[in-house]
């Protein structure tokens, strides 16, 4: 196991799950590519987030493959999306994770595009007092 993981899990507490999409992602929100761990408030929206909705797919709820580093935004906005087509088989879909990440990231990316038009107004709006 990773010596970083290890750490994580030892020292912090977190789950080995989440401690895995950390290192796995580099910090980033895997949707929206936010690096999640530069402030303190980037690091407090850290989720882990299921590939594959754990509603849907239950056994599937702490299978590694199946963990995603992702912010609470991105993480609220999937909700529980399904990125499987008609008569794909979960497991064996997991094994192609970017396939996977990639369903969800053009689910997301309207939804990503909006939030940051918004945030940009609502920063010029109080920049104009």
């Known amino acids: 196991m990773d010596k970083r993981i290890e ?5 912090y507490g977190w789950y080995e799950g989440i401690a895995r999409a950390l290192i796995d992602s580099n ?8 690096n999640l761990v530069e402030t303190r408030l980037g690091y407090s929206s850290i989720v ?13 709820e702490y299978e590694f493959h199946n ?14 999306f399904d990125p499987l087509h008609e008569g794909e088989e979960a497991k064996s ?11 969800c990231k053009h689910y997301l990316s309207k939804s990503i ?4 038009e918004e945030w940009l107004e609502i920063k010029d ?5």
């Open 7 to 11: 750490k994580l899990m030892k020292i």
């Open 27 to 34: 910090g980033y929100c895997v949707f929206c590519g936010e």
């Open 48 to 60: 882990m987030d299921h590939l594959l909705p754990k509603s849907k797919y239950p056994d599937l």
């Open 67 to 80: 963990h995603i580093l992702s912010c609470s935004s991105c993480n609220g906005m999937k909700g529980n």
């Open 93 to 103: 879909m997991l094994q192609n994770r970017q396939e996977i990440i990639d369903r």
């Open 113 to 116: 595009r909006d939030r940051k």
């Open 125 to 129: 709006l109080l920049n104009d007092s």
